[in-house]
Nanobody, 120 residues
Framework: VQLQASGGGLVQAGDSLRLSCAAS??????????VGWFRQAPGKEREFVAA????????DYADSVKGRFTISRDNAKNTIYLQMNSLKPEDTAVYYC????????????WGQGTQVTVSS
């Protein structure tokens, strides 16, 4: 599976941004993959942001983004989204999308990252 993240940019605090992650899987869909978003701020470890199960039935969010971010997927378009509202300067980071086949614990497919910068 190849992942291509896009949609990052420079915004002001309180603004919204939607990240996209286009997935290609050798002609297959990513319907059987759990997908997630992670981020890494300068000088910090990469951290989990959000995940959506392969079945689409469950989501998980980091406490810091709950109520502000929404992860979704369009299986027909093989695309994963991260809608980010009420952005804060502390959301500034490089955002990565990731995927793992159902039943697999570790995310073993990663996109290249897209920069999100939130000014105060």
């Amino acid at each position: 599976v190849q992942l291509q993240a896009s949609g990052g940019g420079l915004v002001q605090a309180g603004d919204s941004l939607r990240l996209s992650c286009a997935a290609s899987a050798s002609g297959r869909t990513v319907i059987n993959y759990t997908v997630g978003w992670f981020r890494q701020a300068p000088g910090k470890e990469r951290e989990f942001v959000a995940a959506l199960s392969w079945s689409g039935g469950s989501t998980d969010y980091a406490d810091s983004v709950k109520g502000r971010f929404t992860i979704s997927r369009d299986n027909a378009k093989n695309t994963i989204y991260l809608q980010m509202n009420s952005l804060k300067p502390e959301d500034t980071a490089v955002y990565y999308c990731a995927a793992r086949y159902r039943g697999v614990v570790v995310y073993n497919y990663w996109g290249q990252g897209t920069q999100v910068t939130v000014s105060s």
